[in-house]
């Protein structure tokens, strides 16, 4: 199984960084390719950003490290923190996460300086602790857009973690992976399969069809209600045979169920950065702000990004 994954350039033991890239709760779908990845004698890291949805943060923005409780920053734009890092009231789901699992440290990454500092950060990380190979995991599939999806509202995040990845030093493999596609309810199925079909030729590295003991640290995590997720939820759901339409986000968005959501589809990150078309336009970019603008400007489409 594990003659797909890159090999790194090194005799170090593999060690692999994942992170969840499309905002805090997206930490909750690495647990299954952990889980995978443990089985094959890997360590495994875990990452995840400082930007909560609403319902976690008030203000719902990526906050600085620099301003979080119980971490040690090791970077302008990252930090180490476990399952005391909080801030303001509230605790960050990857610190949640690492209560859950034993107080397992989590890098957590503040997007405020774009790719470029996003990037640093998560080089300062890897050769901190020998890390050998880094995935970003897209929970729902944003990072593949196209900018025309009709569904697509929070390209910003996976977009901005997609270009840091992509532009990781060589001597780390990068990798993006794809899990619960749909689970998130922008991109739809339909356009994530045609999106895999563009990718395929150059940027497919392989997959892993999650089984139930895959799942089982998710669905025990999930079960706390302040573990708060709901596209990292869609594939629990898919795997206990539920099909057809889920409605989430206050039945803004709407998810197709089906076992497709419990597959980690893995792809080439610095092969898949130039196919995606906001990804590459802000990959040089070293400040939030300005990716936004560029975003929007750009592609006329709106962003979750929106600083009070």
């Excluded at 336009?281 to 592609?299: M, P, S």
Aim: glycine residues 12%.
């Amino acid at each position: 199984m594990q003659s797909f994954l890159p090999k790194n350039a090194t005799d170090k033991p593999p060690k692999w960084l994942l992170i969840g890239i499309g905002g805090g709760g997206d930490v909750y779908g690495c647990l299954p390719l952990k889980w995978e990845l443990e089985q094959l004698g890997i360590e495994v890291h875990l990452g995840s950003l400082t930007w909560e949805r609403r319902v976690v943060d008030p203000l719902s923005i990526p906050r600085r490290v620099a301003t979080m409780e119980h971490v040690e920053v090791i970077a302008d734009y990252g930090a180490i923190g476990g399952p005391d890092t909080c801030l303001e009231g509230f605790c960050f789901q990857g610190a949640r996460l690492s209560a859950k699992l034993g107080g397992e440290r989590v890098l957590f990454l503040d997007i405020n300086g774009g790719p470029t500092g996003t990037r640093d950060a998560i080089h300062a990380y890897c050769e901190r602790f020998g890390i050998t190979g880094v995935v970003g995991v897209d929970v729902g599939g944003d990072s593949l857009s196209t900018a025309t999806e009709p569904g697509l509202e929070s390209p910003l995040a996976d977009a901005t973690m997609l270009a840091a990845i992509g532009q990781l030093d060589e001597q780390y493999p990068a990798l993006l992976g794809i899990f619960g596609m749909n689970g998130d309810g922008e991109l739809t199925q339909g356009e994530l399969i045609s999106r895999f079909s563009v990718l395929a030729p150059a940027a497919y590295v392989g997959a892993f069809g999650h089984g139930p003991q895959a799942f089982a640290k998710l669905e025990e995590v999930l079960a706390d209600p302040d573990c708060i997720t709901e596209a990292s939820r869609m594939p629990l759901l898919a795997l206990g045979g539920e099909t057809g339409t889920q409605h989430i986000r206050k039945k803004h968005r709407h998810v197709e169920l089906n076992l497709l959501l419990t597959i980690t589809f893995l792809f080439d990150a610095r092969k898949t950065l130039p196919l995606c078309p906001i990804a590459s336009l802000i990959q040089n970019e070293t400040d939030i702000g300005e990716v936004d603008h560029l975003i929007r400007d750009t592609f006329g489409i709106k962003t979750e990004y929106n600083p009070r």
